[in-house]
């Protein structure tokens, strides 16, 4: 769900060298060390687990591959190797239009590093981006694709320019109810939402670590929020910062297409589960999208009404 007009996004894309990054885990609080290194066209996204025997530390990410999504979304293979938190990196690689990358990693969890996906933009521009010669693919939304889970919902509709809305509300006044649209075009993920960060409640930290969960987290690399204020003493990068994030976390996992996803979603309170079960869904019914090279797009802009109107309703 990312589109710049650029020739250069008609071939797929990889980076230039490889480039290596040091942090946290988030939920284990070890060390883990991450290389990305150019990918030959084809190749997608895939995670190599250098701490494993080498027949088994393969895991490609992709939908069909996600076993949790309990705070973060944990990606496995056939042989129980995992790896978690992946949302925040994959993001950063759509938001960057990379299609093909290897990354090893030392761990079973990538580094949270500041806990936005800022960072990440930064590691991968400084690696350089490069064109492939293999034409790059894209999933046109041709119908709309709707699951729900209890007062939680996720649509995703035809539209024209790639585009997330959120919907979120909370109890904590800090939060409140927010709502943000964005138009996933040019620089805006760079700019708007990929410096947003992840949150978190001090009121279930103590608990979260009885689980053996967010071992790793910190002001440094969280928006720590205790009964209705911000504990950070730097406060919040954007007034919805916490909006922000969730457009975040929805753009890394649908990342899990496999290719950008050409419609709009519309989310109420989303989650790791509601993102998964959406392209589950989506996949499922092969007359909601088409898989088109972005030559064939460009001219479906250029040439297509998209109906986009009637399809969000927040009572319905």
């Given amino acids: 769900m990312e589109y710049a007009k650029n020739a250069n996004d008609l071939s797929q894309r990889t980076i230039n060298e490889k480039v290596d990054c040091v942090g946290l885990g988030l939920h284990s609080g070890h060390s883990v060390s991450m290389t990305l290194y150019p990918a030959a066209p084809n190749t997608g996204i895939c995670f190599l687990r250098r701490d494993v025997e080498p027949e088994h530390m393969l895991i ?9 999504t309990r ?19 994959l993001a950063a690689l759509r938001g ?30 400084q690696a350089g981006i490069v064109s492939q010669r293999l034409p790059r693919f894209g999933i046109w939304i041709e119908h709309p694709i709707e699951v729900r889970q209890g007062e939680r919902y996720a649509i995703l509709a035809p539209s024209k320019v790639p585009r ?9 006044s800090a939060i409140g109810s927010q709502c943000l649209s964005v138009d996933l075009i040019d620089n805006v993920f760079t700019e708007e939402i990929a410096p947003a960060r992840t949150f978190g409640f001090a009121g279930e930290l103590e608990q ?19 009964g209705n204020r911000v504990v950070n003493e730097e406060g919040l990068r954007f007034v919805d910062d916490f909006a922000r994030h969730k457009i975040l976390d929805c753009f890394g996992d649908l990342a899990l297409a496999e290719a950008p996803i ?11 589960r509601l993102n998964n079960a959406l392209l589950r869904e989506m996949f499922a019914h092969a007359d909601a999208w088409s898989r088109l090279t972005y030559e064939q797009i460009d001219l479906r802009i250029a040439n297509e009404k998209v109906a986009e109107k009637s399809w969000i309703n927040a009572e319905t």
């Fill in 208 to 226: 979260l670590r009885e689980q053996g969960l967010a071992l790793g987290g910190s002001m440094r690399n969280a928006v720590l929020l205790d």
């Fill in 164 to 172: 997330i809305t959120v919907d979120i509300e909370f109890a904590n």
């Fill in 96 to 125: 960057c239009g990379v299609d093909n990358l290897l990354i090893e990693i030392n761990g079973d969890e990538v580094p949270i590093l500041d806990g936005s996906s800022a960072p990440l933009v930064h590691l991968i521009n």
């Fill in 71 to 89: 705070l973060c979304t944990v990606l496995g293979n056939e042989h129980g190797v995992t790896v978690s938190t992946v949302e925040h990196l």
């Fill in 262 to 272: 050409f419609g709009h979603l519309y989310t109420r309170k989303p989650g790791h």
């Fill in 60 to 68: 490609r990410a992709s939908w069909k591959n996600v076993v949790d």
